[in-house]
């Protein structure tokens, strides 16, 4: 350390050197700042949204059956009623379980617009619909579940109930959106089974 009288500041306070400046004090302070905001950034996060599962679609997704034997759970993903009109619609989601499975009723409620509970309906399941062994099936992709009640209306919601033959019964609210929309236009079926 060098003692140089010489070197007073303003306030007569004498100045000493000592081989390092005010300035390399000052950067490796705020080195220590940084690295310490960036540690603490760092740890935040772990729960951020963007890593929590989710549907990018207008659907809903749902898991039905025992999540202690998770071999059985059948995953449905993107679930919603389709509808073009007022009074019906087709149900839309994929599902895919590891094991086997099928789908073997649909039924549900439509909420109307001011809360209140609708006309129940049954859906028309025209065929099959098995899942087996991870292969994904899209519900849109086969004839279509029609379901039927004066309170479906496009914009709303209904307490959409689906049971399958292993796995069993989950419900859950799912939207009724608007068939007429681009996306959804070329899945319109052509000719509706009878109930």
């Given amino acids: ?9 303003r ?17 490796g ?4 700042l940084v690295i310490g905001l960036l540690f603490l950034a760092g740890a935040c996060g772990f729960n951020v949204q963007t890593n929590q599962p989710y549907t990018p679609g207008e659907g809903i997704s749902v898991d039905a059956g025992d999540p202690a034997t998770p071999n059985k759970v059948v995953h449905v993903r993107n679930l919603m009623i389709i509808s073009w009109g007022p009074g019906e619609g087709i149900v839309s989601g994929s599902m895919v379980t590891a094991d086997r499975d099928s789908l073997t ?16 309906f049954t859906g028309t399941i025209p065929s099959t619909v ?19 009640s004066p309170d479906i209306m496009p914009g709303l919601d209904a307490m959409l109930t689906l049971q399958f033959e292993n796995a069993g019964e989950i419900t859950t609210r799912v939207p009724i959106v608007n068939g ?3 996306q959804y236009v070329s899945l319109k079926p052509s000719a509706t089974p009878s109930a």
């Fill in 1 to 9: 350390m060098l003692w140089k009288p010489s070197r007073a500041d």
């Fill in 11 to 27: 306030t007569g306070h004498i100045a000493l050197r000592t081989g390092r400046t005010a300035q390399s004090y000052k950067s």
């Fill in 29 to 32: 302070a705020s080195l220590l």
């Fill in 105 to 120: 009723a649909v039924t549900g409620i439509p909420i109307k617009a001011d809360g209140s509970e609708g006309a129940p």
């Fill in 130 to 148: 098995a899942l087996a062994n991870g292969f994904q099936v899209v519900l849109t992709d086969q004839p279509p579940i029609v379901v039927k």
């Fill in 180 to 182: 007429n929309e681009s």
